[in-house]
T-cell receptor
Framework: DTGVSQDPRHKITKRGQNVTFRCDPISEHNRLYWYRQTLGQGPEFLTYFQNEAQLEKSRLLSDRFSAERPKGSFSTLEIQRTEQGDSAMYLC???????????FGEGSRLTVL | EDQVTQSPEALRLQEGESSSLNCSYTVSGLRGLFWYRQDPGKGPEFLFTLYSAGEEKEKERLKATLTKKESFLHITAPKPEDSATYLCAVSGGGNKLTFGTGTQLKVEL
């Protein structure tokens, strides 16, 4: 399978716990994005990497959120001290070059109890 | 700040009944308008990119058009497999897409 893969697909956690999501983009894609989507809403931009450099972060991304893309390959999104408002689908996407044609993974659904 | 408004929120069609979905946008310097399809529990799937007013793109039963203020996704003779949420997004600069809330389409036999 050469698509974008995300792990885990589902995560249930208790408020205050830390969670980490992983994204493996399409191998030749140099750009990687994280979006968040809640029920009935469109995806909201969180952050963007070009190769290993994190070049843009949304104001939505509080200091409890951190993302990395070591060596410009896979990426991780960590949420510390989770809150119920963090419950959402976390979508990863990748692209080759500057384009709005993003290839999305199937998402990691987070439920914070 | 870029804004995208989609209408209607939900649309129910009979198989073969053509219709259009609307996407109104506000952006400072449109770099591209994008249509995506999203099935339940899945990530969005890219459909079209439109760059300038007057541009049209077609794919099977779908045709996307663009004016200076809005875009339409026309669905001709839809089939049940066209049922999905259709998302519109704009790029106004930077590296992010701003999405609308989508139109949930249901096509019935």
């Amino acid at each position: 399978d050469t698509g974008v893969s995300q792990d885990p697909r589902h995560k249930i956690t208790k408020r205050g716990q830390n969670v980490t999501f992983r994204c493996d983009p399409i191998s030749e894609h140099n750009r990687l994005y994280w979006y968040r989507q809640t029920l009935g809403q469109g995806p909201e931009f969180l952050t963007y990497f070009q190769n290993e450099a994190q070049l843009e972060k949304s104001r939505l991304l509080s200091d409890r959120f951190s993302a990395e893309r070591p060596k410009g390959s896979f990426s991780t999104l960590e949420i510390q001290r989770t809150e119920q408002g963090d419950s959402a689908m976390y979508l990863c996407a990748s692209s080759l070059g500057e384009t709005g044609e993003l290839f999305f993974g199937e998402g990691s659904r987070l439920t914070v109890l | 700040e870029d804004q995208v408004t989609q209408s209607p929120e939900a649309l129910r069609l009979q198989e073969g009944e053509s219709s259009s979905l609307n996407c109104s946008y506000t952006v400072s310097g449109l770099r591209g308008l994008f249509w995506y399809r999203q099935d339940p529990g899945k990530g969005p799937e890219f459909l079209f990119t439109l760059y300038s007013a007057g541009e049209e793109k077609e794919k099977e039963r779908l045709k996307a058009t663009l004016t200076k203020k809005e875009s339409f996704l026309h669905i001709t003779a839809p089939k049940p497999e066209d049922s999905a949420t259709y998302l519109c997004a704009v790029s106004g600069g930077g590296n992010k897409l701003t999405f609308g809330t989508g139109t949930q389409l249901k096509v019935e036999l």
